[in-house]
């Protein structure tokens, strides 16, 4: 360090004058941290400028320990923007940098100093950071292990080893996040390889504490090591399978602890777990054990997921799936994913017997007998309509996904009066989405109308579709109205000049109305 000290007195500027120290108050902390947190630069300079008066107050330890516990996402933001501005403008890392000469560093300036755009500095900091048994620096010691400077890398690459290996656990948890968000750069596998070998070989604590990490890329990459070197036990694989917090997890999980147990009370016990995607896999092994009945439960699951994969395997039996539905379809009512399964493998043959359901007793069964009919080709809008005023809005979003190939025959005065403010808002919001899709000047004349209402609960979108057809559309639209339109739409303009502006111009430009 003695050296590079004296290298660094010659390279720095006369040192700064010290700012008074002090904490700001905990509002443009939060602020500075939240915004650096979430990538934002301007947030991440302000973050820095806070920084210089805190290195020197006694409660310094406590943003270092919030600096420490964030997110890999803030430190590459601070890393960066330490080097934004314009050289030999005085930062808070030059402050840091001249105490770090002084010998006068604490936690926090040789966190800064690590991120100076001069790769002495940066060297001299890293080192001594590295002497210390603080792990608070890790997360920065991580960043500069992929440093541009083959010297700040190797002094950085030292000093996360030692940590590795001095208190794995406490190091684990802060190196891994920032060594996953380094892992792309052209030196920045060693550390992600380093991580992986303690993970592999070292400590159980250091693989719990990975295992329950905030980092979902951490929690990933612990399970997949874990796995692979044998240091899960069975009856945490099943734990985690059924109640773990990422579905992938769970999923990876699942698969080896049906693996693992090689009988079929694991796969049974997992049939009830929240996942689909993990009951699909007990409905796999079980299948493949020969408990076919298994399957034909998983027929009316309610993750499709798990009713397409029993689907497949009655195929793969030898079993039409759809006959299986259409004998269940005859209990009154039928369960919902009865009817959603018959729609996935059924044929038009299935569509009358479908049709009666349109009016299931559950929301969720006329929903999936709308999008059943929609999946074996009937939309009639005849039939559909009068579905468009159900009171659940689940019912009427299926409705429009169906109407809306046959948007531009529909009755525009039956749609019209299901805009008004009495209607409940999902049907105004179906109402206005197929006439929408009517036609242009259905669409433009809709909007004007809502415009015109500044109380409708659709007036901002009405007026953000105009803004986006005159801002995007207008100039490719070759088109103009119809005689039947042009008195209409031209009164509506004259109704919203007011509202909507200097771009009432070029609405009646585009219309082709005199402006």
């Known amino acids: 360090m003695d050296a590079i000290g004296d290298r660094l007195r010659g390279r720095l500027a006369s040192p700064p004058d010290e700012p008074p120290a002090g904490l700001p108050d905990r509002d443009s ?36 320990r919030r600096l420490a516990e964030a997110g890999p996402r803030l430190w590459l933001t601070v890393d960066a923007a330490a080097r934004s501005l314009p050289w030999g403008i005085l930062t808070s890392t030059d402050v ?58 190797a002094a950085a690459r030292r000093a996360c080893a030692r940590q590795l290996d001095r208190a794995p656990t406490e190091a684990i948890a802060l190196a891994a ?131 397409a994969t029993a689907q497949a395997l009655l195929r793969r039996a030898g079993t039409d799936p759809a006959a299986r539905y259409r004998a269940l379809l005859d209990r009154r009512p039928p369960l919902p994913t009865v009817i959603a399964g018959l729609g996935e493998t059924g044929a038009h043959v299935d569509v009358e017997p479908l049709r009666e359901w349109l009016g299931h007793p559950s929301s969720r069964g006329r929903a999936v007998t709308v999008r059943a009919l929609r999946r074996l080709g009937e939309t009639t809008p005849g039939l559909l309509l009068p579905l468009l005023t159900d009171p659940v809005s689940s019912v009427t979003r299926q409705v429009v996904l169906s109407l809306l190939r046959h948007a531009d025959g529909l009755d525009e005065d039956f749609l019209r009066p299901l805009l008004r403010p009495e209607r409940p808002p999902h049907v105004q ?29 659709l007036h901002a979108t009405a007026r953000a579709d105009l803004s986006h057809w005159l801002a995007h559309e207008a100039a490719t639209a070759y088109a103009v109205p119809p005689a039947s339109r042009v008195a209409e739409l031209s009164a509506l303009l004259a109704d919203v000049e007011e509202i909507f502006g200097t771009d009432t111009r070029l609405l009646r430009f585009h219309i082709g109305l005199p402006i």
């Open 29 to 64: 902390l939060d602020r500075a941290l939240s915004g650096a947190g979430s990538g934002d630069f301007d947030a991440a300079r302000e973050l820095w400028s806070l920084l210089s008066p805190i290195g020197r107050h006694a409660d310094a330890d406590l943003v270092v």
């Open 96 to 153: 840091a940098a001249h105490r770090l000469v002084a010998g006068r560093a604490g936690p926090l300036d040789l966190i800064a100093a690590a991120c100076h755009p001069d790769g002495f500095v940066r060297e001299a900091a890293v080192t001594v950071l590295g002497s210390r048994d603080n792990v608070s620096g890790v997360p920065v010691l991580a960043l500069r292990a992929a440093d541009w400077v083959p010297e700040v890398r």
């Open 177 to 307: 996040p920032v060594a996953r968000a380094v892992h792309a750069r052209r030196d920045g596998d060693w550390l992600l390889d380093a991580v992986a070998d303690v993970l592999r070989d070292g400590p159980p604590e250091a693989l719990e504490a990975a295992l329950a990490a905030e980092d979902r890329g951490v929690r990933r990459l612990a399970h997949t090591i874990g796995l692979a070197a044998g240091r899960l036990h069975l009856d945490r694989l099943v734990r985690t399978a059924e109640t773990g917090p990422d579905p992938s997890i769970r999923v990876l999980c699942a698969e080896a602890a049906i693996r693992a147990a090689g009988d079929r009370d694991v796969p049974r016990r997992l049939l009830a777990a929240g996942t689909a995607m993990v009951r699909a896999e007990a409905v796999r092994a079980l299948a493949a054990a020969g408990e076919m009945a298994a399957v034909d439960a998983a027929l009316v699951d309610t993750g499709a997921v798990v009713r």
């Open 429 to 457: 919001r179906a109402a206005y989405r197929l006439l929408r899709a009517h036609g242009l000047w259905t669409r433009i004349g809709v909007d004007l109308d809502l415009l015109a209402d500044p109380g409708h609960p």
